[in-house]
Nanobody, 117 residues
Framework: VQLQASGGGLVQPGGSLTLSCKASGINFTPPIMGWYRQFPGKERELVATVTSGGTTRYAESVEGRATASRHNAKNTLDLQIDNLKPDDTAVYYC????????????WGQGTQVTVSS
């Protein structure tokens, strides 16, 4: 499984950003796709996940500001975050995984999001 992430960049506080992730190299729908982020010196943390059935979960820190949109046929997952804050500055990673046997877990390359004026 290969995960291609895009959409990071520099955004002013209060602005919006959409991150996109596409899974390739597979002929099935990943059970779970998600976005995580990592702050300097910190562990990677959940931002949002979406199951193949459409169940969505958001981190409390982005609840109400983030919208995750998954397209199963295309194996894509978009994440829009509105009202961005400097605290959202991090490296964002796309993830695809299966939690039942056979278990697997794949990460895309990180994309930097910087929120600054």
């Amino acid at each position: 499984v290969q995960l291609q992430a895009s959409g990071g960049g520099l955004v002013q506080p209060g602005g919006s950003l959409t991150l996109s992730c596409k899974a390739s190299g597979i002929n099935f729908t990943p059970p779970i796709m998600g976005w995580y982020r990592q702050f300097p010196g910190k562990e990677r943390e959940l931002v949002a996940t979406v199951t193949s059935g459409g169940t969505t979960r958001y981190a409390e820190s982005v609840e109400g500001r983030a919208t995750a949109s998954r397209h199963n046929a295309k194996n894509t997952l978009d994440l829009q975050i509105d009202n961005l804050k400097p605290d959202d500055t991090a490296v964002y990673y796309c993830n695809a995984r299966r939690t039942m046997t056979p278990v697997w877990n794949f990460w895309g390359q990180g994309t930097q999001v910087t929120v600054s004026s």
